[in-house]
């Protein structure tokens, strides 16, 4: 091929990459829905309309008792009033007189005050939500923050506001130093110009077109995009090394090296595929969107491969090995199974200790001024939203003497349990009522009915259904606790629900939502590696033709997903749905790994020793370049990139092992596959 088509070919891909980069916007959706977004609701219909979001500022100083801390507030509230998208503003000085009015109430204490009596808090609704109303929040508590009047912010919409932020940003600067990395560490194992060319071309050009594919069917970019890109590029990079191998024993026999590479590398494709597509089964958005990606990639990144790196082949000489010295994978390994036995064992507590779920707080980079913004709300009021709606059996009114009672006493042992924050409820309003003159001359009804006029903001309507046969509790949920266990909590305060004679009939928010979001991304990672578990199997068998060598493969497998997943569990990492990713990753180079050492054994008629030293550099390449290229994510600011790059680092390290030193063990003795492959 002649080097100015070469050259063509890069300036194409680098001016499609541009195209890409100027003209699509890659930002993941910011919508609050989205991140956390399940399909299916958790428990029958909310009777009550759907709420405007709201943003939480909680104002912090050395006395609050002062006139000038007041005057200041009042400020700040009548500059978000202002401000276009924001209805309502809801603080000390509008909804309450003024403090002392707001600390004698039981609805504005609980609403306003924190309980440390060092903060209040400002309650912004917003007429809906889009990406400009937080830099606009932003900029304006900017110009009020000061050291003695200390404001954070919190509410749905800033959060997810921040985490789409970060992954934007990291998608920005880790594609960047990613391809360094990938670029410097392919050019120091193959020494070529002309193999770096076709390796960043054919790698650019997958990614690139994965993104363009998924533009066609419609889905916009999401969380995982900056995952799905970086997958693609390691899959379509995991073809070239085992391609580039092959063709440097075929003597530059480039026709001859896709023979030998394209079975195993069509049967890892299919594979990691099927694992892909699972992920479509789950009911969490972004694990399904992930699938859809990802099964993409596979498809796009193998074309890619051989479709455009075999055009840099041709035509070039094979690097000539200089000082490559695979000693140490010469020799019987006898210490290999022992360690993988003894890996599997360590790894069951681990795994039984799995389900580890992060908390809103884990999603920021402890010591930053966001986490501590969050940390301060969150240990004063809560900082994650929890609604439940609980009836009475037999769908009584709420509005009895006796009924109000209980509410009551819901409502105080809600506040006493120690994960729960504050707490509002038809119950509080009602003990509002109380202060109004000549309160005590109206029924429940009667001050329901005066809870709903406009000038107490018909707040009534939010906290009671029109039939009064529907009580709504809005609470703030702690995220600052050791272990969160949401199911666990919910099942707890269902029961205490119970205990006072209702029931929930619905419940939602944000905690409910990261809650099922947790089992869901957990219910996903089990399922897919059972299935393809079982998938591996079945490939295995036809690949090897012999149920001792499928055996033997399965293990490998098995000790690379229970060696990772017991780690994680044995150290209480939280998994969240962007690090839960980096199993799909891992077991894939395990997986790549595998078939083309067996393919080795198969082709050949070499013994395992043999084809191990064969195989050993493409596999130790892969793995390097993979470890070395997502290291780079540990040095994000955003934790969960952090997690998935630690899972990813470990795992193909992990991967490496098993396919090189456990995998060949078992026949290290026998002979098999010195000759002819022995038959099922």
Request: charged residues 15%; positive net charge; glycine residues 8%.
């Amino acid at each position: 091929m002649p080097s100015l088509l070469r050259w063509g070919l890069l300036l194409l891909v680098a001016a499609l990459l541009a195209f890409v980069s100027l003209r699509m916007d890659l930002t993941p959706r910011v919508e609050s829905d989205f991140f956390f977004a399940v399909d299916t609701a958790s428990s029958g219909q909310d009777p009550f309309a759907k709420t405007r979001p709201q943003i939480i500022l909680s104002v912090e100083a050395d006395d609050i008792q002062t006139p000038a801390y007041a005057e200041r507030v009042r400020a700040l509230s009548a500059e978000l009033s202002a401000t276009p998208g924001i209805v309502s503003v809801l603080d000390i000085a509008h909804g309450p007189k003024n403090l002392k009015d707001a600390s004698e109430s039981p609805f504005w204490s609980r609403l306003l005050l924190s309980e440390d009596g060092r903060a209040t808090q400002l309650i912004v609704s917003l007429d809906g939500f889009t990406r400009e109303m937080v830099p606009k929040i932003e900029n304006l508590v900017a110009r009020h923050q000061q050291q003695d009047f200390r404001i954070a912010i919190s509410g749905v919409p800033y959060v997810v506001e921040l985490i789409s932020r970060q992954l934007f940003r990291d998608l920005k600067a880790f594609a960047l130093a990613t391809l360094a990395v990938f670029s410097l560490l392919v050019l120091v194992l193959s020494r070529s110009w002309t193999l770096l060319m076709g390796t960043l071309v054919s790698c650019i050009t997958a990614s690139v077109g994965t993104l363009l594919a998924l533009y066609a069917v419609g889905m916009k970019p999401g969380i995982l995009t900056a995952n799905v890109l970086t997958i693609t590029f390691v899959m379509t990079l995991s073809h070239i090394v085992f391609l580039t191998m092959n063709w440097a024993d075929a003597g530059s026999g480039v026709r001859q090296a896709i023979r030998w590479t394209a079975m195993p590398s069509f049967w890892s494709m299919a594979t990691t595929l099927l694992g892909f597509l699972s992920l479509l089964l789950a009911t969490a958005k972004p694990l399904r969107e992930f699938g859809i990606s990802g099964a993409i990639g596979c498809g796009v990144s193998i074309l890619a491969a051989y479709a455009l790196y075999p055009l840099y082949l041709r035509g070039t000489r094979p690097p000539q090995a200089k000082g490559v010295s695979l000693r140490f994978l010469s020799g019987p390994h006898r210490w290999a199974l022992p360690v993988a036995a003894a890996l599997v064992a360590v790894s069951v507590p681990g795994l039984l200790r799995l389900g580890h779920e992060p908390g809103l707080l884990s999603y920021f980079k402890s010591g930053s001024d966001i986490r501590r913004g969050l940390e301060s709300i969150d240990r004063r009021t809560g900082s994650v939203p929890l609604d439940l709606v609980v009836h009475q059996p037999g769908t009584p009114k709420l509005t009895t003497k006796e009924a109000v009672a209980r509410l009551w006493a819901l409502q105080l042992e809600l506040e006493n349990d120690p994960e729960v924050g504050a707490v509002l409820s038809l119950a509080v309003l009602l003990k509002e009522t109380d202060r109004q003159p000549g309160a005590f001359l109206l029924s429940t009804e009667g001050r329901i009915e005066l809870l709903e006029q406009p000038k107490y903001f018909e707040i009534g309507k939010t906290f009671v259904t029109k039939d009064r046969k529907h009580a709504r509790y809005v609470m703030r949920m702690h995220e600052g606790i050791p272990e969160i266990r949401r199911e666990e909590t919910l099942r707890r305060i269902r029961e205490i629900v119970r205990r006072h004679g209702f029931e929930v009939t619905y419940y939602a928010g944000l905690y409910e939502q990261m809650g099922r979001l947790s089992s869901l991304v957990w219910a996903s990672v089990y399922r897919g590696l059972a299935g393809l578990l079982a998938l591996f199997t079945v490939i295995s068998f036809v690949v090897s033709r012999s149920f001792r060598w499928a055996a033997s493969m399965t293990f490998g497998l098995c000790t690379i997903a229970g060696g990772l997943l017991g780690a994680i569990g044995l150290l209480g990492i939280p998994v969240d749905i962007i690090s839960s990713t980096a199993a799909n990753l891992a077991i894939g180079m395990g997986i790549d790994g595998m078939l083309h050492l067996v393919a080795c054994v198969r082709r050949d008629g070499r013994s395992w020793a043999e084809a191990r030293m064969r195989t050993g550099i493409p596999i130790l390449a892969s793995s390097f370049i993979v470890a070395g290229g997502f290291g780079v994510f540990l040095l994000s600011s955003f934790p969960p990139t952090q997690r998935f790059g630690i899972f990813v680092v470990v795992g193909t390290g992990l991967a490496a092992f098993v396919v090189l030193f456990v995998l060949p063990r078992p026949f290290a003795n026998s002979g098999e596959g010195a000759a002819t492959p022995p038959s099922a």
